[in-house]
């Protein structure tokens, strides 16, 4: 049986064998260095023979330990050995990751593959970078997500990102299938905007638009292309003059893709009129540029109205469509979603258009009763 005296006696190039615990045995290197190995065979008859630790890492009693729990997952079906393997191979979380936006990097849209690669390198790195990826614990990545807890919205991005990471690394056999560290974690509860230009709001910012139309004619009608069109920025910053077939007063420009595929948008005359007056750019975009931003952020401070965004222009349109009459799934149609549920997002409008349509029927009910008003009703003591 092993014991103190044969562990310091022990010879180069020798394997000591114990009793006590069976399978577990110390191997001298020929150079005299000394370790623990435990040697099984696994459910399916294959032999292993993995290293525990170095003799000065782990003590005769805690190789005993270590190699009995092995023996007992052996025994259930584990492969203790292969496990280790794999952690020893596993790469870290960074190499992972780099390893997961190279392969992605033809399957997504390059605005997405951009964001997850900003995520990576100021969030995921940073924190998880240098930690092995096949042993990283759900902890671990609850406490990244609790560190951004003052942004909500970017921590749960950040946390859809890890987690496409280690789907990703249980399909290449990088990970133990069902055990990825993102589960369980909580998402925070976002507040979803609902900002959007409101009829006292818009003769002001027109106005303030008017006073740039000679000098910043571009990023004027871009801002006036988003409000009249519902589009996204993105989807007029990349339109060329040739996506855009005239259509009796109006248009439609076919934008060969989109944040939801291809998809058709349709121009009114308003923006046809406006697209009409744009000096041709030559072998370039519609309007040139690729955000009217920076004029934006002076035009909503001048405007009063500091905390419009642009992306808020498109709340606007589906806005003034629901107001004009039209449905859920035809303004969805008009923004281009791919579900009902994203244009579901506009659905608190539907409720305050029908307090104000009630609000409207009540009045014009008052007057048709002589103009009398309804009494309130007594109070119940």
Not at 119 to 125: A, S, T
Not at 146 to 165: D, E, F, H, I, W
Not at 244 to 249: E, F, K, L, S, Y
Request: charged share 30%.
């Amino acid at each position: 049986m092993l014991n103190n005296k044969i562990l310091a006696d022990a010879k180069p190039g020798e394997e000591y064998w114990d009793e006590s615990v069976r399978g577990l045995h110390l191997r001298v290197t020929k150079t005299g260095r000394k370790a623990w190995y435990l040697s099984y065979r696994t459910k399916a008859g294959q032999q292993r023979r993995p290293k525990l630790a170095d003799i000065g890492v782990m003590s005769l009693d805690q190789a005993r330990k270590a190699a009995r729990e092995s023996l007992a997952r052996v025994a259930l079906g584990a492969d203790p050995g292969a496990d280790w393997r794999m952690e020893r191979l596993a790469p870290t979380v960074g190499e992972l990751a780099d390893q997961w936006l190279d392969d992605h990097a033809a399957q997504v849209k390059p605005k997405t593959l951009r964001e997850n690669t900003r995520i990576v390198k100021e969030y995921v790195k940073p924190k998880l970078g240098r930690l092995k990826a096949a042993v990283l614990q759900h902890e671990d990545v609850d406490d990244l997500h609790k560190s951004l807890s003052a942004t909500p919205y970017m921590a749960n991005r950040v946390l859809a990102v890890v987690s496409g990471m280690f789907n990703y690394a249980e399909k290449r056999r990088l990970r133990m299938p069902g055990t990825n560290p993102c589960r369980h974690v909580r998402h925070f509860k976002e507040d979803k905007r609902r900002r959007y230009m409101r009829r006292d709001e818009a003769p002001r910012v027109a106005a303030v638009l008017a006073k740039y139309e000679d000098t910043r004619t571009n990023a004027v009608a871009f801002i006036y292309i988003l409000i009249l069109s519902g589009a996204r920025p993105d989807e007029i910053s990349r339109t060329l003059p040739e996506w855009i077939t005239p259509v009796g007063a109006g248009g439609i420009l076919r934008l060969p893709d989109s944040k939801t595929g291809a998809r058709t948008v349709f121009l009114p005359p308003q923006v046809m009129r406006i697209c009409e007056k744009l000096p041709k750019i030559r072998n370039g975009t519609l309007l040139g540029i690729k955000s009217p931003k920076s004029l934006w952020d002076e035009v909503r401070e001048e405007a009063g109205v500091p905390d419009l965004r642009l992306y808020d222009l498109r709340h606007t349109f589906a806005s003034a469509a629901l107001e004009a009459g039209y449905s859920l799934d035809q303004i969805g149609e008009l923004l281009g979603h791919a579900s009902v549920q994203t244009t579901k997002r506009y659905a608190h409008l539907v409720d305050e258009k029908a307090h104000e349509a009630a609000a409207n029927t009540a009045g014009l009910l008052e007057r048709m009763m002589a103009a009398t008003p309804v009494p309130a009703l007594p109070q119940t003591p």
